[in-house]
């Protein structure tokens, strides 16, 4: 079956006998015959330096359903904590995006995995960057924000992943911080959807 996978903080979902409630700042229902599978996992969650494990909630839905109420699940994504599984636009797998930066502390840089010190070298980095957003009319995108170290940031600058990934290549040839490049390239690997053309 095809279904979409959404995942919710497990404090937010209630389970009844024929339906979950999904609670925020507004009510959703799913019945549990839209379910295929539901499932919870301690993830890390982070605010800038405070790490702390949670408990989040995975649900898949019949692909169908999930369209017929996609913009209710929108609407609770922008107020409080889902995530929704699946995307694929800018040439983003935004599914791996949204994994490596709920499994690390908010002290580690996402491309590198670096640990990040406030006022030595903490940045944060647009995945997309900020320029590419703007060009196709939006203020901004969703879980698009990383954290990120002062080098990782001043060498990716205004590139998308895509190009970010060919300089990349030449500093694992080149640099002589092979390894921290390489495991960059290894990050941007995952999260890069292999197209000639990022933006189709």
Not at 103 to 109: E, I, K, L, V
Not at 111 to 123: A, M, S
Not at 152 to 163: D, T
């Amino acid at each position: 079956m095809n279904t979409k996978r959404i995942r919710v903080r497990s404090s937010a979902v209630e389970e009844g006998e024929k339906s979950i409630t999904i609670l925020g700042n507004q009510i959703l229902t799913i019945p549990k015959e839209h379910i295929s599978k539901i499932s919870e996992k301690e993830l890390f969650e982070k605010s800038y330096f405070d790490t702390k494990k949670a408990k989040w909630t995975s649900i898949y839905i019949d692909a169908d359903y999930f369209r017929r109420i996609a913009h209710d699940v929108y609407k609770l994504k922008r107020k409080s904590r889902v995530f929704i599984y699946g995307r694929r636009s800018y040439g983003i797998n935004w599914d791996y995006v949204i994994n490596i930066v709920s499994s690390r502390p908010a002290t580690y840089c996402f491309y590198c995995d670096e640990p990040l010190f406030r006022k030595v070298n903490f940045t944060r980095d647009h995945v997309i960057p900020r320029v590419i957003v703007e060009a196709y009319g939006l203020s901004s995108i969703d879980d698009n924000t990383v954290p990120c170290c002062k080098e990782c940031n001043e060498e990716k600058g205004s590139l998308h992943p895509y190009i970010f990934r060919e300089k990349v290549k030449l500093k694992v040839k080149y640099s002589r911080k092979k390894q921290k490049w390489k495991r960059v390239l290894k990050v941007l690997n995952k999260i890069l959807i292999e197209k000639t053309d990022p933006f189709k």
